[in-house]
């Protein structure tokens, strides 16, 4: 069964700090899509990235970058030079290929509080 | 702007009292899906429909229902609502396999 922890269940930062959010996962497929969503207190959970398992290019969009390294089983987020408007909660998630209803499991969740 | 729109913001219902919570998508999408999220906890599946079928999660529990009469609109009904069941719920739609979610700002319920 799949599996994603996110061990970090809060961080704390001052405005432009680096910070990065850990996610590492469990599946036996090797066909999987891993995701990161952001929940700001309005609630709503923004998509951020999606990643699938055979491609392990790191991605920069802005400040936030994401590692992917199937070695370790992780999908980090690090972002850079953070903001208060960074302040959230940031899922990891994963999928399976041969799932076809496409359903997510979720981390527990990192709530990121950016102070000024 | 196509999106998932769920309506009310804020839903207060009594004890027991039926309560209907709604999705509506004009992403034409495939799937949608409904999650309960409790305060600093990750969303937990309740039910998705792909098309017409429709998935229960094992341990969503029998006091909750779901319908999906056409491609743009989901419904969540909660029978007889109980005080654990406050949280908010989250609609959510993909193309499928591997796609990404669209979720929509979700339904706080209160029971009182």
């Known amino acids: 069964a799949q599996k994603v922890t996110q061990a970090q269940t809060e961080i704390s930062v001052v405005e432009k700090e680096d910070v990065t959010l850990d996610c590492v996962y469990e599946?036996?497929?090797?066909?999987?899509?891993l995701f990161w969503y952001k929940q700001p207190p309005s609630g709503e959970l923004v998509f951020l990235i999606r990643?699938?398992?055979?491609?392990?290019q790191n991605e920069i969009s802005g400040r936030y970058s994401w590692n992917f390294q199937k070695s370790t089983s992780s999908f980090n987020f690090t972002i850079t030079a953070s903001q208060v408007v960074d302040s959230a909660v940031y899922f990891c998630a994963l999928s399976e290929a041969g799932n076809a209803g496409n359903m997510l499991t979720f981390g527990g969740g990192t709530r990121l509080m950016v102070k000024p | 702007d196509a999106m998932v729109i769920q309506n009310p913001r804020y839903q207060v219902t009594q004890f027991g009292k039926p309560v209907t919570l709604s999705c509506s998508q004009t992403?034409?999408?495939?799937?949608m899906y409904w999650y309960q999220q409790k305060s600093s906890q990750a969303p937990k599946l309740l039910f998705h429909?792909?098309?017409?079928?429709?998935?229960n999660e094992a341990d969503t529990p029998d006091n909750f229902q779901s319908r999906r009469p056409n491609t743009s609109f989901c419904f969540l009904d909660i029978r007889s609502p109980g005080l654990g069941d406050a949280a908010m719920y989250l609609c959510?739609?993909?193309?499928?396999?591997?796609?990404?979610?669209?979720f929509g700002s979700g339904t706080r319920l209160t029971v009182v």
């Open positions: 429909y792909y098309d017409k079928d429709f998935n």
């Open positions: 959510a739609t993909s193309r499928g396999a591997g796609d990404r979610y669209t």
């Open positions: 992403l034409n999408h495939n799937v």
């Open positions: 990643r699938n398992s055979f491609d392990e």
């Open positions: 599946t036996r497929d090797t066909t999987y899509y």
